[in-house]
């Protein structure tokens, strides 16, 4: 079930005044906690959250498997993105100069609010604080060099983007969501769509580690994540949990050629990036 209306609150990380604040929503207007207020538009937003771990389901909808001509999996698989990738509402992601399939990944990102160990599924949303959007972009020219591990293709600075707010209250059910690029809707689902629902992936991950507070969990992507240009304006929204935009931009610099595997575009590169076959 939905919450009502008057059980979402939500709030977001913003620079005010020189510092890091955490404010709350109330309509178009923010408000820090001793008064101040800024309009959302006029906002510099950060990162959600501030987490000790992000992880990532690599095929958690129906619609990308279908597409990708492969069984839907069994149980989840995970990855993981460092920290330093984080980027906020409003950010530039940057593709490096050489590199052509930097592709978008429109998701929901679970935020852990309680400390999670070898819960069950059912005890999952107790250890939930809420929810935000999430572009998890892929720099696919390097999908050869990681074989897999997705460090280079995930990892890059500015590719994990999040926000624009910290969404307490919403549950997940029927909701739409969408990523837009200039304004076209390029990918869209239901969250049923999921294989595997936000609270098993929560149960799941805590068999073997401890979730803790503000730790981020990305829900997995729709079908038709494609390559963008420097220049476009990428967007995720779904109902309740707002509209996060990203930029694109091009790199100021290429891939440094005197270490490492070079980007390229193999028959694997192309077909995760064209999405014409599973390499996941």
Not at 122 to 138: K, M, R, S, V
């Amino acid at each position: 079930m939905r919450a009502g209306p008057d059980a979402v609150q939500e709030s977001r990380r913003i620079l005010l005044g020189g510092a890091i604040v955490e404010v709350r929503r109330d309509g178009d207007v923010l408000v820090a906690p001793d008064g101040r207020r800024i309009a959302v538009e006029e906002a510099a937003h950060l990162p959600t959250v501030e987490p000790t771990k992000i992880f990532c389901v690599h095929l958690n909808y129906r619609s990308r498997a279908e597409e990708l001509k492969t069984s839907p999996p069994a149980a989840p698989h995970y990855f993981q993105k460092p920290l330093s990738c984080l980027n906020g509402h409003r950010g530039a992601v940057v593709r490096p100069r050489g590199c052509r399939f930097l592709n978008y990944e429109g998701e929901i990102a679970i935020v852990i609010g309680r400390a999670a160990r070898n819960i069950r599924i059912a005890d999952a949303p107790a250890h939930i604080a809420g929810y935000t959007l999430a572009n998890d972009f892929a720099l696919h020219d390097f999908r050869d060099a990681d074989r897999g591990a997705m460090v280079r293709v995930k990892g890059a600075d500015t590719l994990g983007v999040v926000g624009p707010g910290l969404v307490r209250g919403w549950q997940p059910a029927e909701q739409m969501l969408r990523t837009r690029v200039n304004g076209a809707v390029v990918q869209e689902s239901s969250v049923s769509g999921m294989i595997f629902s936000m609270a098993y992936l929560v149960a799941d991950l805590a068999r073997t580690m401890t979730l803790l507070p503000g730790d981020l969990i990305l829900s997995g992507t729709p079908a038709h994540s494609r390559p963008v240009q420097p220049g476009d304006i990428v967007t995720v929204e779904a109902e309740g949990l707002g509209v996060l935009e990203s930029r694109i931009v091009e790199g100021a610099s290429g891939i440094s050629a005197e270490c490492g595997w070079p980007p390229g575009a193999s028959e694997k590169v192309l077909g995760v990036a064209l999405g014409q076959a599973l390499r996941e």
